[in-house]
């Protein structure tokens, strides 16, 4: 399924791909991908679009620095 992982840290940020063949797995995914990038915020999202445009899909998690993960439409 297409997820990507948009994330910011205090210098940059970005937007990746995510493999996994349900939201579960891909949100497992990103918590490994994030960890030590000093991330201060990022979104799992789930987007049809073989390149999607940054900030668009639906929403499956997010992440704060200061809140940890939220997962979204529980």
């Known amino acids: 399924m297409p ?3 948009e994330y ?3 210098k940059s940020g970005g937007c990746f791909t995510v493999e ?3 939201s579960s797995d891909a949100m497992t995914r990103a918590i ?3 960890r030590g990038m000093g991330c201060t915020s990022a ?3 789930q987007n049809f679009d073989p390149q999607p445009v940054f900030g668009q899909g639906l929403i499956i998690a ?3 620095a200061r809140a940890g993960w939220k997962v979204h439409g529980e």
């Open 3 to 5: 997820f990507f992982l």
């Open 8 to 10: 910011s840290t205090d």
């Open 20 to 22: 996994g063949t349900n």
């Open 32 to 34: 490994d991908a994030l």
């Open 43 to 45: 979104a799992l999202r």
């Open 62 to 64: 997010t992440y704060t």
